[in-house]
């Protein structure tokens, strides 16, 4: 398992070359609202975006009405990147330096998000870190879980990493009979180099 510092490096390196040489790089967040509004999730929830360094996720959210949002993130270079975005408002969001794997959370989120964190999870002991990290995180009796990951005909690498590729079902196998799929789809993802990735979306809701 590579070191919570390798991972931070690592990731600091691929954010500090620039929007257009990452591969994830989107100016828009619509497939993630897209799915959030599909999911019949309002301003007034909470939502954690896990992995979202300089995601324009917290930004859009922001200008939807939501008041509490939290952005998880390993890179401190991906973090600043979004800060400085949103200049002033940056104070409207928390922001979270650390590994989504050994991360504690201190409270629950009705919303945990993840757009391409989940397939570079590629070892067995890794995932049920993540698992359980997913679990402490969310409320116990309303929760919505949303993961974007590369599809079956994605990429086997990106940003220099292996990657797993997820189906719907298999996402849903994953995770486990205590979260329900409650809607899945299906994106091309064109990245700055314009080149097409195949996507997985799939939202899940907390069953008791």
Same mark, same amino acid.
Request: proline residues 4%.
């Given at each position: 398992?590579?070191?919570?510092?390798?991972?931070?490096?690592?990731?600091?390196?691929?954010?500090?070359?620039?929007?257009?040489?990452?591969?994830?790089?989107?100016?828009?967040?619509?497939?993630?609202?897209?799915?959030? %509004?599909?999911?019949?999730?309002?301003?007034?929830?909470?939502?954690?975006? =896990?992995?979202?360094?300089?995601?324009?996720?917290?930004?859009?959210?922001?200008?939807?009405?939501?008041?509490?949002?939290?952005?998880?993130? @390993?890179?401190? @270079?991906?973090?600043?990147?979004?800060?400085?975005?949103?200049?002033?408002?940056?104070?409207? =969001?928390?922001?979270?330096?650390?590994?989504?794997?050994?991360?504690?959370?201190?409270?629950?989120?009705?919303?945990?998000?993840d757009r391409a964190l989940f397939h570079f999870i590629t070892a067995d002991q890794d995932?049920?870190?993540?698992?359980?990290?997913?679990?402490?995180?969310?409320?116990? %009796?309303?929760?919505?879980?949303?993961?974007a990951t590369f599809a079956p005909n994605g990429p086997w690498q990106c940003s220099g990493?292996?990657?797993?590729?997820?189906s719907a079902a298999e996402l849903a196998a994953v995770l486990g009979a205590r979260w329900?799929?409650?809607?899945?789809?299906?994106?091309?993802?064109?990245?700055?180099?314009?080149?097409?990735?195949?996507?997985?979306?799939?939202?899940?809701?907390?069953?008791?």
């Open positions: 398992m590579e070191s919570v510092n390798g991972r931070a490096e690592h990731w600091d390196q691929a954010y500090g070359q620039g929007d257009t040489t990452r591969s994830w790089f989107q100016h828009a967040a619509g497939w993630s609202l897209r799915m959030i %509004d599909r999911t019949g999730i309002g301003p007034a929830d909470s939502l954690i975006d =896990v992995g979202g360094g300089s995601s324009p996720l917290a930004s859009a959210l922001l200008a939807r009405g939501y008041s509490d949002i939290t952005v998880l993130d @390993v890179s401190r @270079v991906g973090i600043g990147i979004a800060q400085q975005r949103l200049g002033v408002e940056t104070e409207r =969001v928390q922001w979270l330096l650390g590994d989504v794997l050994t991360w504690r959370p201190t409270r629950r989120y009705t919303v945990w998000h995932r049920d870190a993540y698992l359980q990290t997913l679990e402490r995180a969310t409320s116990p %009796d309303r929760a919505v879980a949303i993961l990493l292996p990657v797993v590729r997820y329900k799929m409650i809607d899945d789809s299906h994106e091309l993802h064109t990245t700055p180099g314009g080149a097409a990735q195949p996507f997985t979306w799939a939202a899940f809701r907390r069953e008791l």
